[in-house]
């Protein structure tokens, strides 16, 4: 599988020709969506979208050109404790595996935690101010989670007119206390770039 990061929450994951558009909401934030007829579209904060071929917006197991898709619900980043307006989405292909978290409550249940199960790669937002994952509960979702990869998401971009700022990618990375291992236009998952050790990679937006 391969991954692209077009802003905000917003990724593209490519396997065997096909799509799969992950929070593709780029049209409400001052861009253009990028999601076409034939793709297909999972949206993590349950809004649901109407353009693509197939349309995934809630928790459940999945099916998509040998892609198993699994939609794990979570608490949002202002939900009230107790409440699942979220969905966190695993894509497995072969022995390939991406968890996109979206804009959740960093404290993970140990049912959540056995759905979640083993992960490659991990993209989780950072940019906080109560509106995303901030950088601190980042961490705690990557010590939870314990993947492989995890590249950062959702943080201050002046081309992207988020309701709330998001924290600069520079200021997130320094309170993670990690550093990027590489950037790259493109993540190709390969088994032998990934170690025992979590490392952290940047995506640049495409």
């Known amino acids: 599988m391969d991954i692209q990061y077009h802003g905000a929450n917003c990724i593209t994951v490519s396997h065997k020709g096909s799509k799969i558009l992950v929070d593709d909401n780029l049209s409400e934030l001052g861009l253009k969506s990028i999601t076409k007829a034939e793709d297909v579209s999972l949206t993590t904060d349950g809004k649901g979208s109407k353009t693509g071929r197939l349309n995934f917006n809630s928790p459940g197991e999945y099916e998509v050109s040998e892609v198993s898709i699994i939609g794990i619900p979570a608490r949002g980043q202002m939900d009230e404790e107790g409440k699942h307006s979220t969905t966190m989405f695993k894509l497995i292909a072969g022995d390939q595996s991406i968890l996109v978290t979206g804009r ?101 937006k495409v």
Do not use: C, W
């Not at 992207?160 to 998001?166: A, F, H, S």
């Not at 309170?175 to 979590?198: F, I, Q, R």
């Open 104 to 204: 959740i409550y960093p404290e993970l249940s140990d049912e959540q935690i056995e759905a979640i199960g083993r992960v490659d790669v991990m993209l989780v937002p950072v940019g906080g101010n109560g509106y995303s994952t901030d950088s601190v509960g980042a961490l705690k979702l990557i010590k939870s989670v314990e993947p492989k990869l995890v590249i950062p998401t959702h943080f201050e971009d002046k081309s992207i007119k988020y309701p709330v700022p998001q924290k600069s990618l520079s200021e997130a990375l320094t309170e993670l206390g990690m550093e990027p291992k590489e950037t790259l236009a493109k993540l190709k998952l390969k088994p032998t770039d990934l170690s025992d050790v979590t490392q952290l990679v940047i995506l640049e």
